[in-house]
């Protein structure tokens, strides 16, 4: 199984980016997909996640209505849409695939089976 993020980079606050989460070796379709970063010197956290249909997402409060996740089960890839980026948005960002079936569970690093090694998202201040 292989998660691959891609699409970071330096950006200006106020700017957008699309970060993509490329999928191999899994069933895609049967994961709920998430999306966690971590800031430098602190701990992982969560930022969104979406049900195995896309059928629902669910964010942290730090980035509800700025970012929108989604993704595309036929090309097994999930995606990250930020828009209006702020500097406290500058972490690495990692995709994570869940068998969870319970939303509570989304948010909950340990859920999560695979994931990928990162991008790294730089907004300075």
């Known amino acids: 199984v292989q998660l691959v993020e891609s699409g970071g980079g330096l950006v200006q606050a106020g700017d957008s980016l699309r970060l993509s989460c490329a999928a191999s070796?899994?069933?895609?379709?049967?994961?709920?997909m998430g999306w966690f970063r971590q800031p430098p010197g602190k701990e992982r956290e969560f930022v969104g996640a979406?049900?195995?249909?896309?059928?629902?997402?669910y964010y942290a409060d730090s980035v509800k209505g700025r970012f929108t996740i989604s993704r595309d089960n036929g090309q097994k890839t999930l995606y990250l849409q930020m828009n209006s980026l702020k500097p406290e948005d500058t972490a690495i960002y990692f995709c994570?695939?869940?068998?969870?079936?319970?939303?509570?569970?989304?948010?909950?690093?340990?859920?999560?089976?695979?994931w990928g090694r990162g991008t790294q998202v730089t907004v300075p201040s």
């Open positions: 070796g899994v069933a895609f379709g049967n994961y709920a």
């Open positions: 979406v049900s195995r249909r896309a059928v629902t997402t």
């Open positions: 994570a695939a869940t068998p969870a079936f319970s939303s509570n569970d989304y948010s909950n690093a340990d859920k999560y089976d695979y």
